[in-house]
């Protein structure tokens, strides 16, 4: 169950979420040193997960800034954000959709609160179109915010409507054939993904 909408809602509290070993150890680093309280979320089922590593995420002084997010994979068609274990699904997807002529842009959030709206807003007057995927509840979560801030700020670019991909507006099962269920899947957003661009599923 994912409870960063929850404690984004909180004014003064940093809200970060890891997807990869690099933004773990540079997060982490990054949370110690802030002089405000900050929530570092992690998914467990990432904790068996391999991730390649450059040279510099060993060095002592390696630390990834607080509201940045970081674009794991450029695209020109679609935007789709994400965070913790939901931008490996993204990446997932947006392989799939490059064997189809779609080439999707990958938002790996990184840090909830704050949210690097710059980082989102310049993607989509990029690629015109948005899908925003999490695993928390659909109503006032994280892709909500997201909505909200691209109507604010970049509106008149948009070509489609917005994709909101959430977990289901359920408690969490707890067997894991209705968990699947439950949760977001790589299908999921490569079907999101073609509404956007108008392409048949």
């Known amino acids: 169950q994912c409870y960063a909408a929850w404690y984004a809602h909180v004014p003064g509290l940093k809200v970060l979420t890891p997807y990869s070993a690099e933004d773990a150890r540079g997060l982490l680093k990054a949370a110690i040193r802030d002089p405000d309280p900050v929530v570092f979320l992690e998914n467990e089922l990432l904790y068996g997960e391999s991730f390649p590593i450059k040279a510099e ?4 002084s390696f630390s990834v800034p607080i509201g940045k997010a970081k674009i794991e994979r450029e695209g020109k068609d679609v935007t789709i954000t994400a965070f913790s274990k939901m ?9 799939i ?10 938002i ?23 899908v925003t995927v999490e695993e928390g509840f659909p109503q006032h979560g994280v892709g909500a915010e997201i909505c909200m801030s691209v109507v604010e700020d970049s509106f008149e670019y948009l070509d489609a409507p917005v994709e909101r991909i959430a977990g289901a507006d359920v408690p969490m099962p707890y067997a894991a054939n209705l968990e699947r269920l439950a949760v ?7 079907r999101a993904a073609k509404r956007a661009c108008y392409r048949s599923s």
């Open 184 to 190: 977001p899947q790589v299908e999921d957003i490569v």
């Open 97 to 106: 959709l490059s064997k189809e002529g779609i080439s999707a842009e990958v």
């Open 108 to 130: 790996n959030l990184r840090s909830i609160r704050p949210l690097d709206r710059a980082a989102i807003n310049a993607s989509v007057r990029k690629t015109n179109r948005l």
């Open 87 to 95: 931008v490996g699904y993204a990446l997932q997807a947006a392989e």
């Open 57 to 60: 995420v060993l060095d002592s």
